[in-house]
């Protein structure tokens, strides 16, 4: 089973950058698609990111031109590079592999204080 471990969550001000790391447990890390979520209070949690194994990345909307994801393999660890926060962006974050299906973990809290 592929366990993701989500970290370097923190408050910041608006306008200022965090980088979350998300290290993967097992063998076939190199292979995984990884994505970020977030769930911030009272909502749903939502797509916020995606790297494929082959390098290809995706970004939600709400995120494009601020978020960078991105990987190492050699280190087992996917990264989310995150610029110009913003208030909005405030919510519990995590990573996860659909396929094989990691649990999901205890996530990283992000505020982002105005």
């Known amino acids: 089973q592929v366990q993701l471990v989500e970290s370097g969550g923190g408050l910041v001000q608006a306008g200022g950058s965090l980088r979350l790391s998300c290290a993967a447990s097992?063998?076939?890390?190199?292979?995984?698609?990884v994505y970020w979520y977030r769930q911030a209070p009272g909502k749903q949690r939502e797509f916020v990111a995606q790297?494929?194994?082959?390098?290809?990345?995706n970004y939600a909307d709400s995120v494009k031109g601020r978020f960078t994801i991105s990987r190492d393999n050699a280190k087992n660890t996917v990264y989310l590079q995150m610029n110009s926060l913003k208030p909005e962006d405030t919510a519990v974050y995590y990573c996860?592999?659909?396929?094989?299906?990691?649990?999901w973990g205890q996530g990283t809290q992000v505020t982002v204080s105005s």
């Open positions: 996860k592999s659909l396929s094989p299906p990691s649990p």
């Open positions: 790297s494929t194994s082959g390098g290809s990345t």
């Open positions: 097992g063998s076939i890390f190199s292979r995984l698609v």
